[in-house]
C-alpha cells in the first residue's frame, strides 16, 4: 500500500519577534491520502499560510514530524527542502509568480529546467502541459497578453509538468472575476477526477465546497475536519 501523501504529527510553528513568541501552529496533527481533495478554511491568522509554508517544504516546524509520502522531512536543510519542492511539490498562487520576460512555454518549463531536463524533452513535456489547460493556442504569449484566469492555467500547468505528489494552491481564485474562477475550480475538479492528490486553502465557503474534505482551523489548531459523504440514493419501489 502507498504510503499518506501528508502525515503531520504535532506540528508547531513559533515565530520569535524579539521577546514575543507567536505560536503560528499549535499542534497540528492530519493525514491526507493519495487522490484526496482537501480545503483548508479559518479567519485571518489563523495559521493557514503558516501551514501551507510547511506542507510545501518552505519551512520547517519548529516541532513535530512531517511525512511527505512517506519521507520524514521535519528536518531538513535548506537544499534538500528547496530539491524536494522541485521535484515532489506544485504550487500554484494567488498572483499567478508567473516570469514576466518568459512565454508560456518557457513559464511551465521552468521547473524541469532546475530539474536538468534536456531541452527538447522539457519543450515537448511543457506543449503537453499547456494543452491540458486549454492553452495550447498560447504557447509564445507572455503574461501580460493573457487574461487573469488564462495566467493562472499557466501556473497550473507549470504545477503539473514535474508529476508532483501534491499540489498546493493559496487562494488561487482570489484574484479572478466568478466566470474565470469557476474555470479553475473546473480544472482543479479533472486534477482530482484524474487522481491528483490537491490541498487547497481559501477564506470563500463557497470554493472550499469543491474539495471532499475541508480542515477548519482556528488560533493555530485544525478545529474541525469535515469529510463529505456521498449522497445516499433512496430506491423508489
Ligand atoms: P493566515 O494565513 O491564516 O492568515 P498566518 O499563517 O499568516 O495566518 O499567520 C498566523 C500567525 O502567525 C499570525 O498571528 C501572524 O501574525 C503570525 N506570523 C505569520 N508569519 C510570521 C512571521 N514570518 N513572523 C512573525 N509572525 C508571523
Ligand atoms: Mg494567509
Not at 501523501?5 to 519577534?17: A, P
Amino acid at each position: 500500500m502507498s504510503p499518506p501523501i501528508v502525515q503531520l504529527e504535532q506540528v508547531r510553528k513559533h515565530y520569535e519577534m524579539g521577546p514575543v513568541v507567536v505560536e503560528a501552529l499549535r499542534g497540528v496533527s492530519f493525514v491526507i491520502q493519495p487522490g484526496e481533495y482537501v480545503s483548508i478554511m479559518g479567519p485571518s491568522g489563523c495559521g493557514k499560510s503558516t501551514l501551507l509554508n510547511v506542507l510545501g517544504c518552505l519551512d520547517r516546524p519548529t516541532s513535530g514530524r512531517y511525512w511527505l509520502g512517506g519521507q520524514d522531512v521535519s528536518a531538513l536543510d535548506d537544499d534538500a527542502l528547496s530539491a524536494i519542492r522541485g521535484s515532489r511539490l506544485g504550487f500554484v498562487f494567488q498572483s499567478y509568480n508567473l516570469i514576466p520576460q518568459l512565454t508560456v512555454l518557457e513559464n511551465i518549463e521552468v521547473p524541469l529546467f532546475y530539474q536538468g531536463w534536456p531541452e527538447d524533452r522539457s519543450r515537448e513535456r511543457a506543449r503537453q502541459m499547456a494543452e491540458r489547460v486549454g492553452l495550447g493556442h498560447r504557447l509564445h504569449h507572455r503574461p501580460y497578453e493573457l487574461s487573469g484566469g488564462q495566467q493562472q492555467r499557466v501556473a497550473i500547468a507549470r504545477a503539473l509538468v514535474n508529476d508532483p505528489l501534491l499540489i498546493l494552491a493559496d487562494e488561487p481564485t482570489g484574484n479572478l472575476d466568478s466566470a474565470s474562477g469557476r474555470e479553475i475550480l473546473e480544472l482543479f475538479d479533472e486534477l482530482h477526477a484524474q487522481g491528483k492528490t490537491l490541498i487547497l486553502v481559501t477564506h470563500d465557503p463557497g470554493v472550499a465546497d469543491r474539495a471532499q474534505r475541508t480542515l477548519r482551523m482556528r488560533d493555530g489548531l485544525v478545529e474541525s475536519d469535515v469529510r463529505k459523504t456521498a449522497p445516499v440514493t433512496v430506491p423508489t419501489a
